[in-house]
């Protein structure tokens, strides 16, 4: 490490003390920028490049102190700021606190100003064409390795930790990051190995819904600038960035350590055979529940986080009620309670009001909706309690806007809130309020919604309306891109009161189990109790063959 040991003399610009001098006898005036090579040069590591011509001294450039101070609460020392040219501003009555000098060909062209009242910049000078922060202290190629880092006050931390062994820039912000990587190409190819340190940020969700890493996403798109292998991205395990290093107090040497292991970037998307063992070998955990009906559990293998289920029929056939027993089962499942997963309720055609009424209706095996079904308000508080009184229950208040952007959002909201199981009722109504191609934007939502499943590993129940064919209506988009697919068939127009109230369900696609398609079960409606009711084999069979069950039969259990 170069150890800073005095100021001395500049024999060319005529300061008395603007000359600092280092352990190995080399000087860098911090007036004219002047470099004072050692009388006995080292041949195992690159030595400084000579600047070609002292700052600009431009008028919309304020001129700087050249007076560089330590940081102590910022762990940066008075070698690390000289070294980076970096003024703290000692003047209280002025709103500056440090100025970041940046450079072209050795020309000072601009400065990035911190503000002393907040953590708020503004630039004096023109950074259009300027260089990485730092960039003009280390030659092109003059190391193995360069490390790219996110803020200026990163560049000296990072050099500091490095022991000064390896040159450290940084872009002016992340948002900038691939426009100055791009324009700096030359010069961060120049060396053998990049390290890539940006921020590890806490995740931020954009008005859209799509959850982003800045720091991270950005790392990516920069060493996809680059060569296969030329790149390496460092996540730092005890702090946010270098900095934050220094001020924790965190050795030089978990740096150093952190900074050798990190990984060559590879693009999302390409792995190699090799990389995949644990992957392809680790056997599974799907998480799977089952289902509220046998048959369709042992036809499905249940329910699975990563997966996108989508349940389709004509208007009026009660696919909403499917759902509801779905999710109180899921609510009243001892496995899923011990795991703690919530459910998120989006259903699109009622209030939350009817919404849960129905899960305690299903709760208390009564139609609580109903005017004329007996009840106390002290059951009903009761089921409540058990079923709903829960932050484990999201329910999503829609009435205002169904926009697709705003309903993806709302999903990842959910996941972020512990919702595991999402139920959206209907898909049809979110197209029907936008303007534009319905085929489009139902593929654009069904799209949307299967990745996000794998991306947040959640497991989405949708409902779409079909037509009379059978069809979804206006796409055949959402059944391509669902794990599994079931329709379901009633017929509302049927004289016999029983077979009236049977829905008969079949599994069209399966993705998990391709041998599970095809006629599942018989659910039949009690009207008593305002439930669905798996038929067992003879009553299932009776509906198949065209016979009814009277009324006094129905304890058909």
Known sequence: MDKFIEHGPCDKCGSSDGVGIYADGHGFCFVCEAYHPSEEKTLDEPQPQPQPEPRSQASNITSLTNVFRAIPKRGLTEEAMAKYGIDVNMNKSIDVGHRYPYFKDGRHVANKVRR???????WEGDPTDAELFGQHL???????????????????????LLGSRYPVVSVPSVGHAIKACRKNFEYLNSFDDIVICFDKDEPKVTPQGEVVYP???????VAE????????????????????????????????????????????????????????????????IPYPWDRLTRKTYGMRLSEFVLWMAD??????????????????????????????????????????????????????????????????????????????????????????DEILAKVRFMAVMGCKYIFIDHLSIIVSDQSGDERKQLDEISTKLKTLTMELNIHVECIIHTNREGLARGSAGPEK?????????????DPDEWRRNVTEVVIEKNRFYGPGTGPCMCLFYDEKTGRLVELGDEMAHTFKEGGSVNDT???WA
């Not at 280390?138 to 990072?158: H, M, N, Q, R, Y």
């Not at 720091?215 to 798109?221: E, L």
């Not at 009817?354 to 009761?382: F, Q």
């Not at 891109?481 to 127009?493: E, G, Q, Y």
Request: glycine content about 8%.
């Open 225 to 288: 600038l680059f060569a296969p292998g030329k790149c390496r991205i460092l996540v730092l395990e005890h702090g946010k960035d270098p900095n934050e290093y220094r001020q924790k107090g965190v050795p030089p040497k978990t740096f150093v350590s952190e900074w050798w292991a990190a990984p060559k970037y590879s693009p999302v998307g390409l792995k190699t055979g090799s990389s995949m063992r644990d992957e392809i070998l680790t056997e599974p955990d799907y998480n799977s």
């Open 215 to 221: 720091g991270q996403d950005a790392a990516q798109k």
């Open 116 to 122: 002393r009242s907040e953590k708020a910049f503004y």
């Open 481 to 493: 891109v669902a794990n599994i697919h079931i329709s379901l068939h009633r017929n509302k127009k």
């Open 553 to 555: 039969e129905y304890n």
């Open 315 to 404: 208007t009026g056939i009660g696919k909403t009620s499917f759902f509801k027993e779905i999710e109180h089962h899921i609510l009243t499942h001892p496995e899923v309670n011990k795991a703690g997963y919530g459910v998120g309720i989006l259903h699109l055609e009622e209030s939350n009001r009817e919404s849960g009424l129905g899960l305690l209706s299903i709760e208390v095996n009564k139609p609580l909706h109903l005017p004329d079904t007996p009840k106390t308000r002290e059951e009903v508080d009761a089921a409540y309690n058990r079923v709903l009184n829960t932050e484990r229950v999201v329910f999503y208040d829609h009435f205002g806007s169904n926009d697709i």
């Open 138 to 160: 280390f030659p092109p190629g003059s190391a193995k390795a360069i490390t790219l880092v996110e803020g200026e006050l990163d560049a000296p931390s990072g050099w500091l």
